[in-house]
């Protein structure tokens, strides 16, 4: 065993190390201490609206006519940020900008660090405030893949339909199989043999089955499946995406959760019935010519239409005799927006359409100048219902006229409807058009609002727990432990530190169960130097000398630290691959306090009472 | 000074084992019987439905709130204060029709401001759950905590002993049952950040054990005399101070979140103080009795070569 005089004294590269650590962290949490200011943020509503500098002179000019205060403008990349001294003037420059501004600028509220240039140039930022924090929405979407892939084999029943019929091999029926995909009945085997052929070579994505002498089953092979599946999902968040671009919201988070679901986060937005308008429900549109030869009424009384027509009812629910084929659909529009018909003065939505469906539109049109066509909006809703404890799902449709006008012209790429009621169901229509139709119904199956005010308590409440947490384990600890209790605590205020410079590095989202793992680890942290105290004062009382007490309770505790720590992390990596949302936030400050407490109470006590003791004549220790 | 300090106290501890775990046993029996019978009050989380929490200006009586909430059709909706007398907390459960149930804050917050002395309510708070997200959160949260009691049993047995693996997880799996049985006798709302917590209380509660039979461990090889017995009870009395203290300290902070981190984190702290206080008792009696009761012995701690030397006749 070596002399008391070199025990307890560290390398001067370890203290180096701990040094840089230190540094680190103060540098990493720095930008949290700086607080937010609310901000209004304005971004282009299309790729092709431009935020520059000149931009930002004609704001500075609206804001000084209409006498906003303002602290400053800031353009960052392709977004212009006004940060205002409070949140009133916020509220009232947002409502006027919105209003000048028009409708190619998305103006939304925004909180804005107030981080300083320099920090933010490092690339540093504060933590990740979640939503249980700073208020808002959160949906979790589940896309219906049985929807999506029911949609594609109807897709092919018409196809195959097409091909045989140009190819003109007899079929009598063409239909989905109960079980899931496409089955062809035929007259005889050597038409199935033809067919078969055919759908080889045609179609060779799908599987050809033989369930009966003169029949034919086509399945999708789990490949395509998989394919389509990541597809609906992708087109989904790429819709929603645009959809919350509409919405005005500043830091929107939009993204993928396991195989069929998406999460949407809105940070500041209040109004959830709005919201949810907007995002939850899909809709298509279907044109369609009016039916004109037959009486809508009497069709409605006997319910029973005409054979090539379909029967359809308006939003004031009259009937609506449409023929059965479909001129288009929305999958073929390319964009759709709203304002008022130069004519009427009425509102109006513009609609422009691809190359093919521009084609398709103009054969259609351009025989039946004079006559009518239709708009059909159709909604895709899902119910979940319980029936005998078993969770049943059903989607329906909604099927409604949403407008009908006389065609006046040939139309193509670019057309309008008329006849909406007012300009914000042209607006609404026109959003929901343009964001594309999305091919697989969604459904909202978790929500949940937190407003601004209970955000704001929520942080507070946390924040103050944390503080008196420590308070209390400060006192206790320097009232058991004296000098080395004081110890203990800076090297809590600096385990601290250092999961706050962690998690604003990670921008890992903080969460009101995140203090709580914040100060849940304040208390485990501490563990760690009792254990080692504990320990340091037995060798004591077993007649140990000071230096070599010290020097055994660092050394025999930390095997017990290293176990008590790991255990807790795997309970905690449990927590964090079960964990959604909020839980995951507990876990994910969990384990980062867990691994910066071992380096703070084990290392960096260490090196403290190394600094204060090392090398000394002791005749007694303050523990 | 009095500084509760449980230093050279000679508790024979082991003598007292078969009415700890009677005593245990009868707990756990009672804690699982509540569950079979009362079950747990399951939060929003896992049942499904929707909670608005609304905030008035003014104080308000829960009567004429449910009544308001009746005449719009949320006959079904229980209605109570929640932290202050301008706090109404509302649970609706789930409906039929999900689509409308997703919309639903929305109408009972218009209920809400349209009815007398409800005008400048507002929303601080509304969460509705699907009904199938709260059945995989049960399936998930039970294949996290079985994950994490695996995980931990593997550690265990890898840095000590399978017999003492077996007493760790065996005080755990009672830590466990304690609280959750605590929060099923007291019908306390049990929602996903209890369920955190309990997960944490699997944690927290292998750290004690771990102290412990660290002792148990570096006794059996620094000390050649003595029963297994003897050992234990020495151990358990030199870490007695530790155990106690490391639990204070924990328990301090908890508490303190307790009483200032608001509402939403009581669940969740009441979680953490049962089963850090359970964590405790559990760690002295139930995983060195259970060791005991398995028969681990000098032999089955001492190093590994060593141990060859000793199984050669």
Redesign the interface.
């Known amino acids: 065993m070596s002399t008391p005089h070199t025990l307890n004294q560290y390398p001067w590269w370890k203290y180096l190390l701990i040094g840089l650590v230190m540094l680190w962290g103060l540098i990493f949490a720095l930008p949290n201490l700086f607080g937010e200011d609310p901000a209004v943020q304005i971004s282009g509503a299309r790729a092709n609206i431009a935020i520059d500098a000149a931009f930002q002179e004609k704001v500075a000019a609206l804001l000084d006519t209409d006498k906003l205060l303002h602290k400053r403008l800031e353009l960052e990349g392709d977004r212009l940020l006004i940060r205002f001294a409070d949140p009133e003037d916020q509220l009232k420059a947002a409502d006027i900008l919105k209003d000048r501004l028009g409708r190619d600028y998305i103006v939304a509220l925004n909180l804005a660090s107030s981080t300083p240039g320099f920090l933010r140039a490092m690339g540093l930022s504060p933590m990740y405030l979640g939503l249980?924090l700073r208020g808002g929405v959160h949906f979790?979407m589940?896309v219906d893949m049985d929807a999506t892939i029911k949609q594609i084999e109807e897709g092919y029943v018409d196809e195959i339909r097409g091909r045989l019929r140009n190819d003109k091999i007899q079929y009598t029926s063409v239909g989905r199989a109960a079980g899931g995909g496409v089955q062809v009945e035929f007259k005889d085997s050597a038409e199935r043999d033809k067919a078969m052929d055919l759908l080889h070579k045609d179609l060779p994505n799908l599987q050809q089955t033989e369930p009966g002498p003169s029949s034919l089953k086509l399945t999708l092979s789990e490949r395509e499946i998989k394919e389509k599946r990541d597809f609906a999902l992708q087109q989904n968040i790429t819709t929603l995406r645009n959809r919350v671009n509409e919405l005005g919201v500043a830091e929107p988070i939009i993204q993928q959760q396991g195989s069929d679901r998406i999460v949407v986060q809105l940070p500041g937005v209040?109004d959830?019935?709005r919201a949810?308008e907007i995002l939850?429900a899909t809709a298509t549109l279907e044109f369609r010519l009016a039916d004109e030869e037959n009486d809508w009424n009497q069709a409605a009384s006997t319910g029973r239409p005409p054979i090539n027509s379909r029967l359809y009812k308006d939003r004031h629910g009259r009937p609506v005799l449409l023929q059965k084929r479909v001129m288009l659909t929305g999958d073929a529009i390319v964009d759709a927006s709203s304002g008022l018909d130069s004519q009427s003065g009425g509102p109006a939505v513009f609609i422009t359409l691809d190359g093919k469906g521009a084609k398709r539109m103009d054969d259609a049109t351009k025989d039946n100048i004079g006559k009518r066509m239709a708009v059909v909006f159709i909604e895709n809703?899902?119910?979940?219902?319980?029936v005998d404890g078993e969770?049943k799902k059903t989607a329906y449709t909604v099927e409604e006229v949403i407008n009908i006008a006389t065609i006046r012209d040939r139309l193509g790429r670019r057309f309008q409807i008329t006849g909406l009621d007012s300009t914000r169901e042209a607006r609404d229509l026109a959003l929901l058009l343009r964001a594309g139709a999305l091919v697989s119904p969604i459904?909202?199956?978790?929500?949940?609002?937190?407003?601004p005010?209970?955000g704001k308590?929520?942080i507070a409440?946390?924040f103050?727990?944390a503080f008196?947490?420590f308070l209390?384990?400060g006192a206790?600890?320097t009232w058991?432990y004296k000098w080395f209790g004081m110890i203990a605590n800076t090297a809590l205020a600096a385990n601290v530190v250092l999961i706050i410079a962690a998690l604003s590095m990670l921008q890992a989202t903080l969460t009101?169960?995140g203090?709580?793992g914040i100060?849940?680890t304040?208390?485990?942290a501490?563990?760690a130097n009792?254990?080692i105290y504990?320990?340091i004062?037995?060798e004591l009382?077993n007649g140990t000398s000071p230096q070599a007490a010290i020097h055994a309770g660092f050394h025999r505790a930390f095997?017990?630290i290293l176990?008590?720590?790991?255990?807790?992390?795997?309970?905690?990596?449990?927590?964090f691959?079960?964990?959604t949302g909020?839980?995951k936030g507990?876990?994910v400050t969990?384990s980062i306090g867990i691994v910066t407490s071992m380096f703070t109470a084990v290392t960096g006590s260490r090196a403290l009472v190394n600094l204060f003791y090392g090398g000394r004549k002791l005749q007694k220790l303050s523990v | 000074m009095w500084r509760f300090d449980f230093y050279n106290t000679k508790i024979d501890f082991m003598r007292w084992r078969k009415l700890a775990m009677g005593w245990s046993i009868t707990v756990v029996l009672i804690a699982l019987g509540s569950l079979l019978i009362q079950g747990m009050n399951l939060g929003l989380d896992f049942t499904g439905g929707t909670v608005i929490e609304v905030q008035y200006p003014q104080p308000v009586e829960i009567p004429k709130v449910r009544e308001a909430l009746a005449t719009a059709g949320f006959g079904d909706a229980q209605t109570q204060h929640f932290g202050t007398s301008r706090d109404v907390l509302i649970r609706i459960p789930p409906r039929e029709a999900q689509s409308n149930a997703a919309a639903l804050s929305n109408s009972v917050l218009s209920a809400l401001q349209s009815a007398e002395g409800g005008a400048g309510a507002t929303l601080a708070r509304a969460e509705f759950v699907g009904p199938q997200v709260g059945e995989e959160l049960v399936e998930q949260g039970g294949l996290a905590a079985l994950g994490a009691l695996a995980g931990i049993l593997v550690y265990v047995m890898f840095r000590f002993e399978w017999r003492l693996a077996v007493g760790t997880i065996a005080a755990t799996v009672h830590d466990v049952v304690f609280t959750i049985g605590w929060f099923s006798l007291f019908q306390l709302d049990f929602d996903l950040t209890v369920l955190a917590a309990v997960l944490a209380v699997i944690g927290y509660s292998v750290n004690d054990t771990v102290v412990v039979l660290d002792r148990i461990r570096e006794n059996f090889r620094k000390r050649r005399k003595g029963s297994t017995q003897e050992i234990m009870n020495l151990s358990i009395n030199e870490t007695l101070s530790r155990t106690t203290m490391t639990s204070f300290v924990t328990l301090l902070s908890v508490i303190v979140m307790y009483f200032f981190g608001g509402t939403v984190m009581h669940g969740f702290s009441i979680a953490m103080i049962v089963g850090i206080v359970v964590g405790t008792y559990s760690s002295i009696y139930i995983a060195s009795a259970t060791a005991l009761y398995l028969g681990v012995s000098r032999e089955d701690l001492l190093p590994r070569a060593k141990e060859a030397a000793d199984e050669s006749p």
């Open positions: 249980d979790l589940q209040q959830t019935a949810k939850g809703k899902t119910e979940t219902k319980r969770l459904e909202i199956i978790e929500e949940r609002t937190i407003g005010s209970a308590e929520n409440q946390g103050q727990a008196i947490s209390v384990i206790f600890m058991r009101l169960p203090i709580a100060v849940l304040m208390g485990m501490v563990d009792v254990l504990e320990r004062r037995e009382r095997d017990t176990d008590s720590n790991m255990t807790t992390l795997i309970a905690a990596i449990m927590l691959g079960f964990g909020p839980i507990f876990a969990l």
